[in-house]
């Protein structure tokens, strides 16, 4: 069946209805508890919007439903180490919740400098906060996609993860429930490894354009408060007339 990218809705309600639906027929497990049946594997992989994080897991625990959200520690879109993220992640973690690393595989050259890669991320991260050695990938090379096992680490894309059990993700915005309810509606007891990115989700059904200017309006807030509690002079500068014109 073909993915349709604009017939599904991208709300926090769907997505409840969506995990409730789920495990009516599955457990929800840990990426360290394999089962080829009956098992949901919820992984997150935060590449953008980690502001997200905690919508999404409160919704999670309204549904009694832990998951993995995967961080990208060199992300040009926020920085892990600030406290206000370290606050995020420290409070998802105590709740329950995993937290692994997410790899811009796109960077490097062999799988050898990929490796060496997350050791190094893992082992420094790893002091600010409680990460698990679970590795999934951004942008990965078609290498990755061959059983590739790393080892101390469990990879997402090996292929118990990959391909034994069935694999669904929102990436690139599918609408990936449409595929996945009738695969389950015929088959009830294969596992499932559900991928989904939090900058696609929200109250509303944002369109591109609008998750777009959800970003540029929280980085610039960001930016201001940053501004203002660090530069004197900006205490109390960005006012309405100050602020750049749209």
Known sequence: MKENKDSMDFTFESYKKILLELKRDFIFKNFDDYSEKGAVYLRHDVDVFPENITAISDIEMECDIRSTFFVLFDSEFYNVLTPRILKILSTVAQNGFAIGLHIDASQFHSLEELMLDIIRKYEYFRNYIPLQRIVSFHRPMKELFTNIIIPGFINTYEDRFFRTIRYYSDSNRRAFYEVLKPDVNLDSSRS????????????????????????????????????????????????????RPR
Do not use: C, K
């Open 192 to 243: 499932i490894q559900l991928v989904t990115h939090p900058f696609w989700w929200d109250v509303e059904n944002l369109d591109l354009q609008s998750l777009a200017f959800r970003l540029e309006t929280m980085h610039r807030r960001r930016l201001e408060e940053s501004l203002a509690s660090n530069i004197a002079l900006y205490n109390g500068f960005f006012g309405q007339e100050n602020r």
